[in-house]
């Protein structure tokens, strides 16, 4: 079945190229002249202004209600999913009632896994059903993410020189340039910690780089990007399994090294775009309460972290790239004015609270959230939001 948008998109191309053709009147014979530029006589040249101006209007009307249909800017049962996500980070890093530090489910990682889940369907969104060019993605991508994080990193080596600590300046390189999570893999014990979160900002730019390459070559050969990024994600889990079977790897040489973890964003973008292509859903209504369950009881403490990063994670991915189907109470809950606020400072407060989650010690780590979330307030509101709107301005 053709969709709507699909519908749209061939007549505001039909439409763009009549514009590039010469109108006249039935009956009305234009000499060659006119045709490629010369005198034409004014009636002809008039009705062909006036046929023109219709037909912009039509594509810009076209255009608006294609834009009306995609999804806006800002969804706020998104950015609650955000702020679900930075609160069970917070939660395993500052709290530790029942276990949820690591006994039961280390809800740390869990934060993470549903970070990744949501920034594969944005950038699916972004590159494959919005097309968007390269340059405006990594435009916003590089406004959003480096000033704040540079400058905590700046930050963080002035503290450890004021501490007396050793700064590794490779190590330091490696997170400047966003290698990181292979660097400390198998240094984990020997690195400062107060920076040691960054290996999965490290995770999420290589995706993009990824991602980008594979929207360019769709585009290109114009073929499916969902088949592509489906053979990808199965790689990704045959690489974690090969790690684990054949090297005996522990946590951290296998599920901070890029290949074996980018499956979340990988299943979420493909997911994405399989849905935009076909206009089928996978999960509608109260189904989609037991798909993210099984993604959260994926992440229990008990399961083996291959099916953690493998099942769960898709599990998760089908559950944010299928937000707008599950209940209406779900969707009003993650729109909560709480969790929204935390969606939103979730950047600056994943990049801030690290320092604070090392300094808590053997003291009780409820002590050092409220400075941890003062700091990625102060963090978003003096940093990353205006150095995001005045790059974007002067960019734009």
């Not at 490629?36 to 004014?42: K, Q």
């Not at 390189?173 to 690195?191: D, P, Q, T």
């Not at 040691?196 to 490290?202: D, E, I, N, R, Y």
């Not at 997911?271 to 292509?277: A, I, S």
Request: charged letters at 15%; glycine letters at 8%.
């Amino acid at each position: 079945m053709i969709s709507r948008t699909s519908v749209s998109i061939h007549m505001r191309r039909k439409l763009e190229i009549r514009l590039r053709e010469p109108k006249v009147k039935p009956g009305v014979e234009l000499p060659w002249s006119a045709v490629v530029g010369g005198g034409a006589p004014a009636a002809a040249v008039e009705h062909a202004s006036n046929q023109r101006a219709v037909a912009r209007a039509v594509c810009a009307n076209l255009a608006h209600q294609q834009r009306a249909r995609e999804p806006s800017e800002r969804v706020e049962y998104l950015d609650g999913w955000r702020g679900l996500a930075i609160l069970a980070l917070l939660v395993g890093h500052f709290v530790n009632p029942f276990g949820f530090g690591s006994r039961l489910i280390n809800a740390g990682r869990l934060g993470v896994e549903l970070f990744f889940a949501l920034s594969g369907l944005l950038i699916g969104q972004l590159l494959f059903v919005k097309r968007v060019g390269l340059a405006a993605f990594y435009r916003r991508r590089v406004s959003r993410l480096l000033p704040a994080f540079y400058c905590f990193l700046l930050f963080i080596s002035i503290y450890l020189a004021w501490r007396g600590r050793r700064l590794d300046p490779h190590a330091m390189s490696s997170a400047i340039f966003f290698y990181y999570n292979y660097y400390a893999a198998s240094r984990i014990n020997y690195l400062p910690k107060e920076y040691g979160h960054v290996w999965s900002l490290c995770i999420e730019v290589h995706a993009y780089l990824g991602l980008s390459v594979l929207a360019v070559a769709s585009r290109r050969w114009d073929f499916a990007p969902w088949r592509a990024i489906g053979a990808l994600a199965v790689l990704s889990w045959v690489s974690s399994s090969a790690y684990s079977a054949l090297f005996h790897w522990d946590y951290y040489r296998v599920f901070w090294r890029t290949e074996p973890r980018v499956s979340a964003f990988l299943v979420a973008a493909g997911l994405t775009c399989w849905t935009h292509d076909t206009g089928r859903r996978l999960v509608l209504g109260w189904s989609w309460i037991g798909v993210f369950a099984a993604g959260i009881l994926l992440q229990l403490a008990a399961v083996p972290d291959l099916l953690k990063y493998t099942l769960g994670s898709a599990c998760l991915a089908l559950a944010v790239t299928h937000l707008s189907d599950a209940p209406t109470f779900v969707r009003n809950v993650l729109s909560f004015r709480l969790l929204t606020w935390l969606g939103v400072l979730s950047y600056s407060l994943y990049l801030w609270q690290q320092p604070f989650k090392e300094l808590r010690g053997s003291a009780a780590g409820l002590m050092w959230l409220l400075p941890a979330l003062i700091s990625g307030s102060l963090s978003f509101y003096l940093l990353e939001d205006p150095a995001r709107r005045w790059l974007n301005t002067h960019w734009n």
